[in-house]
C-alpha cells in the first residue's frame, strides 16, 4: 500500500506558465477534492438521518467548504501566511455558494419521497459539476496571480 501525500507548490505568483501551472495542481486539487468529498458525503448521510435533506446538505456543503478552501490555499496554490486569507476564504465563500446552488437544485428536481442512496446519487454528480466550477474560479480568479499581486 502506498501512501499519497501533497506537498505545497511554489506560491501562485511563481507558478510559471498556465499549462505548467494548472498540471501541477490539479492532481493537489483532486487530492483534498476527494477528501473533502468523502468528508461532505459521510457528514451528508449522518446529519441526513436527523435532518431534512436540505438542512444537511447546506450544513455538510459549509462545513467541509471553509476546510477545502483553507487546503486548497496551502496544498494546491502554495499560498501560505494571514496575507489574502480574508479574501481567499471570501473567493472560496462564492465558490461554496455556487456549488450550494447546485447540489440544492438536484435534490430539489428529485421526486418527493426519494430514497437515501438517490439523494447521495443525486448529491455526487451535482458535487462533480461543482468541483469543476470550484476548480475554474479558484484557479482563475482567487488564486490568479495577476490579481493577488493587484491587492497585495
Do not use: K
Not at 9 to 22: E, I, T, V
Not at 135 to 141: D, H, N, R, V
Amino acid at each position: 500500500m502506498s501512501v499519497l501525500t501533497v506537498t505545497p507548490h511554489a506560491p501562485a505568483a511563481a507558478s510559471g506558465p498556465a499549462p505548467a501551472a494548472l498540471s501541477r495542481r490539479l492532481p493537489s486539487y483532486a487530492v483534498v477534492g476527494a477528501s473533502c468529498t468523502v468528508a461532505y458525503l459521510v457528514l451528508f448521510w449522518a446529519l441526513s438521518a436527523i435532518l431534512p435533506s436540505m438542512a444537511a446538505n447546506t450544513l455538510a456543503m459549509l462545513t467541509t467548504a471553509i476546510a477545502n478552501t483553507a487546503a486548497n490555499r496551502r496544498f494546491t496554490f502554495g499560498v501560505t501566511g494571514r496575507a489574502g486569507a480574508v479574501r481567499d476564504h471570501l473567493g472560496g465563500l462564492i465558490a461554496f455558494l455556487i456549488g450550494l446552488a447546485i447540489s440544492t437544485l438536484s435534490l430539489a428536481v428529485l421526486p418527493s419521497g426519494s430514497s437515501a442512496t438517490a439523494e447521495l446519487i443525486a448529491v455526487i454528480l451535482a458535487n462533480g459539476l461543482a468541483s469543476a466550477i470550484r476548480f475554474a474560479l479558484l484557479q482563475g480568479w482567487v488564486f490568479n496571480p495577476r490579481l493577488r499581486s493587484a491587492t497585495h
